[in-house]
């Protein structure tokens, strides 16, 4: 395969939904998606998700996993924890070792489905952050599974994510948008899992196929964004932008003037991997990674959305 100038920049994992995300040098892939992403989620008395779009505090939770928990092949000890840290609470550690409760009705936007309870510690934590009855859930992968849209992509499956379970996006595409902003914004705004660099400006809106270390991604769909990016992460504080720019910039009704208007602004690719749903070992990708584009749409009102 010849040379290619894209390269692996970041790779983010967000252990608990809606709350911060952890940059590592490699992640390995499983079924649903990177190791520990979204495998946790915060609910409420009814089951139903918290976010940021309701909760904005939570881009201030901080998240950790020991450091070779990211590592092929690690698996948890009785002494391993998610170290959960938050502004003016007490460090809460919860085992990885997988709990035994589970509880009914955890939903996330239109599915529903029991998960594991994560315990009263945990939910007096969240609820004294949060400053209304909570409870950290995890996802119950060895008997529930949550599946992607099949018109968008058939057999791959997730976690806690809202659609798919990848994000990639381009450093490219962060500065040309940054330049319409009066202040520059970092990458944490749009949450991807793969950030990449050394493309074209929203190149990734085209690309249908790539290799990274092997590995077969598709690109499934572009990314419809709601008011999360418009979040500071170091705050917690909602501003007007990007979401101005990107509606001018990037609205259905720039990039895709002749299809059916639906009112959304898109920013990144979700995509899913080929290899996530066969076994083996070194399905890794590490930061630094050659990217290799092998098939592309020729517009972005040619891709899916």
């Known amino acids: 395969m010849s040379n290619s100038s894209v390269r692996v920049k970041s790779i983010f994992v967000y252990p608990i939904k809606s709350c911060r995300g952890i940059s590592v040098s ?10 520990w992403d979204r495998q946790w989620l ?4 009814n089951g139903r998700m918290y976010t940021q779009r309701v909760e904005p505090k939570l881009a201030l939770v901080e998240v950790e996993l020991p450091h070779d928990a990211f590592s092929e092949g690690w698996e948890p000890l009785k002494t391993s924890y998610l170290v959960i840290r938050a502004p003016g609470m007490n460090v809460l550690k919860v085992p990885l070792k ?11 936007w239109n599915w529903t ?5 994560e315990g009263a510690e945990a939910a007096r934590w969240f609820s004294s952050y949060l400053g209304k009855p909570s409870w950290l859930v995890r996802f119950d992968a060895e008997s529930v599974t949550r599946a992607t849209d099949p018109n968008y992509a058939n057999g791959y499956k997730f976690m806690f994510s ?24 970092p990458i944490n705004r ?5 950030l990449v660099d050394g493309c074209e400006p929203f190149s990734e809106d085209l690309w249908k196929e790539i290799q990274i270390n092997k590995l077969t991604f598709y690109g499934v769909r572009l990314c419809a964004r709601c008011k999360v990016p418009s979040i500071s992460q170091e705050t917690g504080i909602v501003g007007s932008e990007p979401t101005q720019a990107l509606k001018t910039l990037r609205s259905d009704k720039v990039l895709r003037p002749n299809q059916k208007q ?3 602004v898109y920013f990144g690719q979700c995509m899913v991997c080929k290899n996530s749903m066969t076994g083996g070992i070194g399905k890794v990708i590490r930061v630094g990674d050659p990217v290799y584009v092998i098939q592309r749409v020729s517009s972005t009102a040619e891709a899916a959305a």
Do not use: H, M, W, Y
Request: proline share 8%; glycine share 6%; charged share 20%.
């Open 42 to 45: 915060i609910v409420n008395s």
């Open 113 to 117: 489905g029991p998960s594991l309870d």
């Open 98 to 108: 997988v709990p035994v409760n589970k509880v009914d009705g955890v939903s996330v």
């Open 190 to 194: 749009f949450r991807p899992n793969i």
């Open 262 to 264: 639906q009112g959304q």
């Open 162 to 185: 809202d659609q798919f379970p990848f994000l990639l996006a381009s450093q490219e595409s962060l500065d040309a948008l940054n330049k319409f902003l009066k202040e520059p914004i």
């Open 26 to 35: 490699q992640a390995a892939i499983t079924s649903t998606g990177f190791r």
